[in-house]
C-alpha cells in the first residue's frame, strides 16, 4: 500500500508519481490507478500549499508517502458557515451542494458564545457536538469556529477562498462578500429545519404575562428565542390597556384572573410591585410555574412562604 499526496487534483485515473528521498532525490515509481481519494488540506512542512491523499495498490507492503508538484494548482476552496443545531437532512443537503461547488469545503460553525450574542439562545446542541455532527457527514474537510462579527471576511482572505456559499434564506444578506470572493445562494430544503425539530421534540409552556408595562413589552419578544416557551395570554384589569398589549404581540387579552389563569401553564409577573406577592401565591395555588420580575416580593417572609408553597406544588 502506498500514499500519494499532490498538490492538484488530476484528471485521469493513470498517475505517474515519483517518490522524494533524501536530498530530494526523485525516483520515477511509474503509472498506478489509485483506489481511493481524500482532501486533506496544506502541508507546510513540505511548503504544498494544497494536497490530495491517494491510496493506490502496489506490490508491496510497506507505506510510502509519494509526491507529486505541481505549479499549475486549480484547486478550488468553498467556505460555508451555519449553527447546525440538530443536524438534519436540509443541513446535509446544503453541505452536498456547497461540495459540489469546489475541491475542498470549509465549513464554520457558530461558537456558543456567539449564538448567545446573538440572542440565539435556542440551540439545543453545544459546539463541540455540532462540530462532531458536521464531520460525521462526510462533506466538509476543514470544520472552523465562528466566534466573532466580521469574521466571514478574515476567513475569506486567510484561507484564500473562491466562493462562498450559504442557503438562499439568506438572499441577498451576503452580496458585500463579492468584493472578496464569488457569492452562491444555494437552494433549502424545504419542510424541514431545526426550528421545526425543536419544536416537535419539545412540550411548549403557555405563558401568561401579568401587568403590560416597558418591561412586559421587552419580555414578549425575547421568549421566542427560547425553547419551549410560548407567550399565549395578558392579564390587566384595565381593558384597553390589556388589549393594545394583546394588539401588538399577538395575545389574547383578559381583565379577570380568573378567567386568566385556566388559559395558562405559567405565569411572568411584570405588574407593580405590590401585587408581587398576591399574583405569585395566587398562581402557584392554581398549580402554575412563575417567573417574577424584581423586587420578588416586599419581605423575607412573604419570599419564604412562597418558597414552601412552590415545594409543596412541585413548582
Known sequence: ?????????????????????????????????????RYIGGDTATGIARVWRYEVELPKTEERVITIWNSNNTMVKVITYGTYDLLHQGHINLLRRAKELGDYLIVGVTSDSFDRGRGKLNVRNNVLERVEAVKATGYADEVIIEDYLGQKIDDIQKYDVDIFAIGSDWEGKFDYLNEYCKVVYL?????????????????????????????????????KVVNGAEVVAVLNPEKEKAEAFAKMHGLEAFTEYEDFIQKVD????????????????RSLQAGKHVLCEIPFVLSKEQALELYRLAEEKNL
Open 187 to 223: 437552494p433549502r430544503t424545504e419542510g424541514i429545519s431545526s426550528t421545526m425539530l425543536r419544536a416537535e421534540s419539545q412540550d411548549v409552556f403557555r405563558i401568561g404575562v401579568i401587568g403590560s408595562g416597558r418591561i412586559a413589552h421587552r419580555f414578549v419578544p425575547e421568549t
Open 266 to 281: 405559567a405565569v411572568y409577573i411584570a405588574s407593580p410591585h405590590l401585587s408581587h406577592y398576591d399574583y405569585a401565591k
Open 1 to 37: 500500500m502506498y500514499l500519494a499526496l499532490l498538490s492538484s487534483k488530476p484528471q485521469a485515473l493513470g498517475l505517474s508519481l515519483y517518490y522524494t528521498g533524501e536530498n530530494s532525490l526523485e525516483k520515477p515509481m511509474g503509472i498506478i490507478y489509485p483506489f481511493s481519494e
